[in-house]
């Protein structure tokens, strides 16, 4: 598959691949790639106090949040919160969130279906730790590259909750 770097741009309706890409981005490229888009969006330092909440849902347009501590990495945030993007120390993307807004699907699952229907298509198993739901294979591994979000935390198949987001990644980049 060949990629025009120059043509990466935000896509509502892409669909989502597990550990590869979402939203027109993909696992693995160099914030540099998407270079146009981090020209116009508006660059905040954090500091002590900055209200990060407030800020991403009333944002509507892309803004670049530098990591807090002193590291390279940083946080691309688009759309009251529809989308994030977590890039490493390296400048390499190694998640993308993606959440209410976007149209995109996973396996004709999308934001706003009910977990039991993404259960019909994949079993699923609930991490306490990061408060989201993993794919699980037949001996109970997680199945890496995708997340999803929803509300409850109850790792039964009663839980009918909405999925509130997904979460595309490569935990691998992340400390790479």
Avoid at 49 to 56: A, R, S
Avoid at 137 to 164: H, K, M, R, T, V
Wanted: glycine share 10%; with cysteine; aromatic share 14%.
């Amino acid at each position: 598959m060949s990629i025009n770097f120059m043509s990466i741009n935000l896509d509502l309706n892409a669909e989502i691949l597990p550990g590869k890409s979402a939203a027109g981005f993909y696992i693995g490229m160099s914030i540099n790639e998407i270079g146009h888009i981090i020209k116009e969006a508006e660059i905040i330092e954090y500091f002590q106090g900055f209200n990060l909440v407030e800020k991403i849902f009333n944002t509507n347009r892309y803004f670049l949040l530098k990591h807090f501590t002193n590291d390279k990495g940083g946080s691309l945030y688009f759309g009251n919160g529809m989308l994030r993007l977590e890039f490493n120390n390296s400048s390499r993307l190694y998640c993308i969130y993606v959440y209410k807004g976007y149209q995109g699907n996973y396996k004709s699952i999308k934001i706003g279906s009910s977990l039991n229907d993404l259960r019909k298509k994949d079993a699923l198993q609930y991490d306490e730790g990061d408060e989201m739901h993993y794919r699980i294979d037949s001996e109970q591994e997680y199945i890496p590259g995708l997340a999803i979000i929803a509300l409850g935390d109850e790792d039964d198949n009663s839980n009918d909750d909405p999925i509130e987001g997904f979460c595309i990644h490569d935990w691998d980049i992340q400390n790479a």
